[in-house]
T-cell receptor, first 112, second 114 residues
Framework: ELKVEQNPLFLSMQEGKNYTIYCNYSTTSDRLYWYRQDPGKSLESLFVLLSNGAVKQEGRLMASLDTKARLSTLHITAAVHDLSATYFCAVDPQGGSEKLVFGKGTKLTVNP | GAGVSQSPSNKVTEKGKDVELRCDPISGHTALYWYRQSLGQGLEFLIYFQGNSAPDKSGLPSDRFSAERTGGSVSTLTIQRTQQEDSAVYLC????????????FGDGTRLSIL
C-alpha cells in the first residue's frame, strides 16, 4: 500500500525566510503533484511533476522530484504572507491511475 | 458556472440519517472524482467515474456509501445511516478525460454528523 508522508505538518516562518517542505512516498512512482488549499477553500493545482529530476518553478515556489529517493521537495524562497496556506503533495501510484494518494498536508503560516 | 459546483456547502444532520451530496462537474469533463477530507488529514479517494465505464468504487469505506452519475454529468454521493466518523469535507473534482493531474476541484460539502 502506497504511503505518502509530508513533513513538517506545521510550519511557521517569518517573511523573507526560506524553507523546504518534504514529501516522501513508499512505492515506485514518477508522477507527483502539489496542491495549495486556503482555509475553507478547495484545492488549487500548483505543480505537476512527471519524471525523475523534474523541476518546476512558479514565483517563490519551486518543486522537484527525485523518483529514486522517492522524494519531492517544495522550496519556498523569501516567503511572503500570501503564501500562508496548506500544501499537499499527491502521488499517482500507477502512472496514469486515477487513485491519487495524498499526504496529510503542511500548514504554512508566514508571519510579517 | 465555469467551475465544479457542489451542494450543499454545509450539511448538519443527526446520526442515522441519510444524506445526499451533489456535484456538478465542469461541462464537457468526462472524469469525475469524489474525495473525503477529514480534519487534519489529506484527501482520501472514494470513487471515480470516467465516461460510460463502470466506476472505480474501490475507495468507498463501507456499503453505506454509494454514488451515481446520471447522464455522464451530475453526480450524487449518498451516505446511508450516517455515523459521527462520516463527518468530513467531501470534495468533488472533474477533469477532461482520465487526467488526475488536471483535476479541477469544487469547494466541497462540509458534513457534520451530530
Amino acid at each position: 500500500e502506497l504511503k505518502v508522508e509530508q513533513n513538517p505538518l506545521f510550519l511557521s516562518m517569518q517573511e523573507g525566510k526560506n524553507y523546504t517542505i518534504y514529501c516522501n512516498y513508499s512505492t515506485t512512482s514518477d508522477r507527483l503533484y502539489w496542491y495549495r488549499q486556503d482555509p475553507g477553500k478547495s484545492l488549487e493545482s500548483l505543480f505537476v511533476l512527471l519524471s525523475n529530476g523534474a523541476v518546476k518553478q512558479e514565483g517563490r515556489l519551486m518543486a522537484s522530484l527525485d523518483t529514486k529517493a522517492r522524494l519531492s521537495t517544495l522550496h519556498i524562497t523569501a516567503a511572503v504572507h500570501d503564501l500562508s496556506a496548506t500544501y499537499f503533495c499527491a502521488v499517482d501510484p500507477q502512472g496514469g491511475s486515477e487513485k491519487l494518494v495524498f499526504g496529510k498536508g503542511t500548514k504554512l503560516t508566514v508571519n510579517p | 458556472g465555469a467551475g465544479v459546483s457542489q451542494s450543499p456547502s454545509n450539511k448538519v444532520t443527526e446520526k442515522g440519517k441519510d444524506v445526499e451530496l451533489r456535484c456538478d462537474p465542469i461541462s464537457g469533463h468526462t472524469a469525475l472524482y469524489w474525495y473525503r477530507q477529514s480534519l487534519g488529514q489529506g484527501l482520501e479517494f472514494l470513487i471515480y467515474f470516467q465516461g460510460n465505464s463502470a466506476p472505480d468504487k474501490s475507495g468507498l469505506p463501507s456499503d453505506r456509501f454509494s454514488a451515481e452519475r446520471t447522464g455522464g454529468s451530475v453526480s450524487t454521493l449518498t451516505i446511508q445511516r450516517t455515523q459521527q466518523e462520516d463527518s468530513a469535507v467531501y470534495l468533488c473534482a472533474s477533469s477532461l478525460g482520465p487526467a488526475p493531474w488536471a483535476q479541477h476541484f469544487g469547494d466541497g460539502t462540509r458534513l457534520s454528523i451530530l
